[in-house]
């Protein structure tokens, strides 16, 4: 069946920087353009980037353009998204999509 797997959310300080990943299974990867979406607490969920299926195109939030990057691994069935300079509005669950398939998310949390 199909996964997607999130993993390396956590506590960080403002400024700080994350790296998410999210393994992909149960269906062909290398096919499916990918993206990263989040939800804050008493918000809709919210796009942040997405990435061809070459990873030479990406797309990104206004909100994150210049401190989020995308990008994948076709080989590893894995998609990244680093992010830098992370300010206390990043704090939200991030979600891995790759349509029509979410994963179950990630906890990110910016605090002093």
């Known amino acids: 069946q199909v996964q997607l797997v999130e993993s390396g959310g956590g506590l960080v300080q403002p400024g700080g920087s994350l790296r998410l990943s999210c393994a992909a299974s149960g269906f062909t990867f290398r096919y499916f353009a990918m993206s990263w979406y989040r939800q804050a607490p008493g918000k809709e969920r919210e796009f942040v980037a997405t990435?061809?299926?070459?990873?030479?195109?990406?797309n990104y939030a206004d909100s994150v353009k210049g401190r989020f990057t995308i990008s994948r691994d076709n080989a590893k069935n894995t998609v990244y998204l680093q992010m830098n300079s992370l300010k206390p509005e990043d704090t939200a669950v991030y979600y891995c999509y790759a349509n029509p398939y979410w994963g179950q998310g990630t906890q990110v949390t910016i605090s002093s």
């Open positions: 990435i061809s299926v070459t990873g030479g195109s990406t």
